[in-house]
């Protein structure tokens, strides 16, 4: 049956179940342990593997080929769902977000024109109601909506849930929070929520993966490092068949995308115009390179590597700070420190800007024209601020009080030189550092791709500049340093390198400077993982998401499987069972996964399955299998009655569903018997005591179990498996049939 036993990341995890079949194969042997360290319940993992018993079977059977093709059909329709929707969010998103923001600019700035001081009160005040109401629908309404949520989508594809995480509630929650913290203008992007995004509504479709990728495509225009970003960073599983949904889904993203944008363009979506939507079209920039710049090239690299790191451990300190201090002491302390947050950030990016002097519009270039500066009122590059005179502008104010996405399209600016002065440059890279660490991890949504491209692109220019000064003769764009820099801090932060690469490739247009963005990437990535960990595998350590590397650590090797069984006893169930016991069984423990063990004529005992909690209380909640004699319901000869449908014991992704202390029985009930048999899985992952614990691992891993059983040496073997007894050909079986389908 290979691989199809788990869903492979793609789809919400599905209980199937059903009848034990009458024939037992006598192989189960007794279960030695499965017990080690208890998290408290907090964090469970995800049941991927099918439950493979009687009923199942039976059904697979049942299908026909038009079912195949009726399943194939709805899932590609699915993923079609979440690309438009995904991209329609984005949309939504991106619209909301630039008429909030534009419309504080351009009030902020006609209130400057008579007065400093009211423009600062006004604009302080805008950014806190906007900050505000963000803080607030977190953490009244949707608190799993808060961060950049890909640790914890990480998580999800990798087995582990975490509560809430994919609720619809959550994704209402995302949307709205997100056009709060960055319309408020704190130090946080709306891409990494957009990831968080796609996959909430991927979620309701059953497929995150598709979501993850749309998420990236939607949120860069990027379609191929959507695809590359689902793989390279947030699944565990990965399939060809996969990738070409996947595929299929960023390509519907970037269609919508384009489409509502054309739309837009013509004025209907007000302060949303071609801006917006990250793009920064430098293709007017350098387009060659020569041997000299490789080394400063390297050093933006290095600079990455050492500036992403201590970002990830200064995000880390204040994070373990944050959730085991402040965040205790309530809600009102979240709301609090983030709306304090955000009047920081307005005085500082209001404020610092009154410091510099201006400086006169520089020459602009025919083939790339500025305005310089916009007329009053508008926002864009370039920004007057408070300069007297109409041909002046004010260079930290262009970068700090602005849009994230201006900002950074003014600091890849190519074609013009010396824009910005270094004392600006430096000054805004110290205080908006600042800003992103203390912002991270507040009760806001928060994406760390933009605040990551922005100090990224302030060093990297700020080498520019150096490099622009000392070979003169070459011909150098500050610009291309820029986005080099943004490229190496992402690469020292997150540490990935082709989805980052291609990312960067697809939102800046020019591809020549590819085998550089490679380069800094590179560098920036192994500098980086000389400290400590990429930014999201921190974060989700910190959040207690323990995420299965794809290697087993070393040590593993001289450990064997019931080393890692702690000397715990097994909580096992029989086969026919007191309702009385289920239930205090189930109440004295958080376990998941039991054993249920039968009896055969002969006295001896076998392990007949594993049953899930979760099946255990569908069917206390039901009560339709009770039964009054403690007798097998099958005695005699009779086949096993099926009562229930699948559907009833699908719980909704990362929601907590019933709990043991909702059900409510009367001591009638509780005298009655309930016969476990058809609600086994039959087949569950079995392991001998004596298997090295890196073998477990592997197949733990790679198989996405939730539970295995470690039992004795086997006392016989009944038959071999080869690569020869797998490769069954397409016949008019439709069991083979369908096993293929599975994994389309
Ligand atoms: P997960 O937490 O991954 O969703 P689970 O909830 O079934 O799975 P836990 O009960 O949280 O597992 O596991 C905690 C510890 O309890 C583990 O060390 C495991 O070995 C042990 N354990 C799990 N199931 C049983 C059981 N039926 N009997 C005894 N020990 C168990
Ligand atoms: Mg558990």
């Known amino acids: ?56 079977r039976e059904e697979q059977a049942q299908r026909g080929k038009l079912y195949v093709g009726y399943y194939v059909g709805v899932k590609w329709f699915f993923a079609l769902l979440i690309g438009v929707g995904t ?6 998103i991106n619209i909301s977000v630039e008429n909030f923001a534009g419309w504080k600019f351009s009030l902020t700035f006609s209130v400057i024109q008579k007065s400093y001081v009211a423009g600062f009160l006004l604009y302080i005040l805008i950014n806190l109601v ?119 889904t960023s390509a519907i993203v970037a269609v919508v995308v384009r489409t509502a944008m054309g739309w837009c363009k013509s004025g209907k979506c007000g302060h949303f115009g071609s801006g917006g939507f990250i793009i920064w079209d430098i293709s007017g920039g350098q387009e060659d390179y020569s041997f000299e710049e490789l080394l400063p090239m390297a050093f933006i690299g290095v600079i990455g590597g050492l500036l992403g790191a201590l970002f990830n451990q200064l995000t880390r300190y204040i994070t373990y700070w944050r959730r085991n201090y402040l965040h205790k002491k309530g809600n009102r302390f979240k709301i609090i420190e983030v709306c304090l947050i955000s009047v920081i950030t307005s005085v500082i990016s209001f404020g610092l800007p009154l410091f510099r002097k201006c400086s006169p519009c520089p020459e602009a270039d025919p083939s790339f024209p500025i305005e310089c500066p916009r007329p009053p009122g508008m926002y864009g590059n370039y920004v007057n601020f408070y300069c007297g005179k109409d041909k002046e502008y004010n260079d930290l104010a262009t970068i700090f009080f602005n849009t994230q996405d201006d900002a950074i399209r003014n600091l890849f600016s190519a074609k013009t030189i010396h824009e910005y002065s270094a004392q600006s440059l430096l000054t805004f890279l110290v205080m908006f550092y600042t800003l992103a660490v203390v912002t991270f991890g507040t009760a806001v949504p928060a994406g760390q791709f933009v605040p990551g491209i922005m100090i990224g692109s302030t060093y990297g220019r700020l080498v520019g500049m150096f490099v622009v000064s000392f070979y003169k003769k070459l011909n150098i764009e500050e610009g291309t340093y820029a986005l080099l820099g943004a490229a190496s801090f992402l690469g020292g932060s997150m540490r990935m390198t082709v989805s980052l690469c291609v990312i960067m490739v697809e939102i800046t247009n020019n591809l020549k400077l ?25 974060q989700a350590r910190l959040r207690g998401i323990p995420l299965l ?28 069972i007191k309702v009385a016991d289920v239930v205090s069984s189930l109440k004295s423990n958080n376990h998941n996964g039991f054993p249920v063990i039968d009896h055969t004529r002969s006295g001896e005992t076998l392990v007949i399955g594993l049953v899930l909690r979760s099946h255990l209380l569908v069917l206390l909640q039901s009560k339709v299998d009770f039964q009054h004699s403690p ?44 016969d476990l048999a058809p609600f086994v899985n039959r087949s569950p992952y079995i392991v001998p005591e004596d298997m090295s614990l890196t073998k477990v691992y592997n197949l733990f891993r790679q198989l996405g179990l939730r539970h295995i059983f470690v039992v004795p040496r086997a006392s016989r073997v009944i038959g071999m498996i080869t690569r020869k007894d797998l490769l069954i050909e397409e016949t008019e079986d439709p069991a083979t049939v369908e096993l293929q389908s599975t994994s389309v």
């Not at 080690?36 to 991927?48: A, I, T």
């Open 130 to 248: 906007l900050v505000f109401s963000s803080a607030f629908i977190i953490t009244n309404f949707a608190p799993a909506a808060a961060g950049s949520g890909i640790p914890e989508i990480k998580g999800y594809l990798n087995g582990v849930d975490t509560h809430g995480i994919l609720l619809f509630r959550t994704l209402i929650g995302k949307i709205f929070g997100s056009i709060g913290s960055v319309g408020g203008g704190l130090a946080l992007g709306k891409e990494g929520p957009l990831v968080h995004t796609g996959a909430c509504i991927a979620s309701l479709l059953g497929q995150v993966t598709c979501g993850c990728a749309a998420g990236v495509a939607a949120a860069f225009r990027a379609p191929v490092g959507g695809v590359l970003f689902a793989l390279e960073e947030v699944t565990s599983w990965w399939r060809s068949q996969l990738m070409w949904r996947v595929f299929f």
């Open 514 to 538: 590819l085998p550089l963005i490679m380069l800094v990437l590179l560098i920036s990535k192994a500098v980086g993982d000389a400290f400590n960990e990429g930014l999201y595998e921190e």
């Open 631 to 674: 007798l097998p319901c099958d005695t005699g000869g009779g086949s096993l009655p099926i009562r229930h449908n699948f559907s009833e014991f699908v719980k909704p992704a990362s929601s907590k569903g019933i709990s043991i202390h909702d059900i409510h029985l009367g001591p009638d009930d509780l005298e009655m018997y309930i």
């Open 549 to 576: 590397e794809s290697r087993p650590k070393y040590e593993m090797r001289k450990m064997q499987a019931k080393e890692a069984c702690g000397n715990q006893k097994v909580v096992y169930f029989p086969r026919v």
């Open 87 to 92: 991209g329609l969010a984005a949309v939504f």
């Open 1 to 56: 049956m290979l691989s199809n036993h788990f869903q492979n990341g793609i789809e919400t995890a599905k209980l199937a179940w059903s009848r034990l079949p009458n024939t037992e194969d006598g192989e189960g042997d007794e279960v030695v342990g499965v017990s080690r360290k208890n998290d408290g319940g907090r964090v469970e993992s995800l049941d991927y593997e099918v439950v493979e018993n009687h009923a199942y």
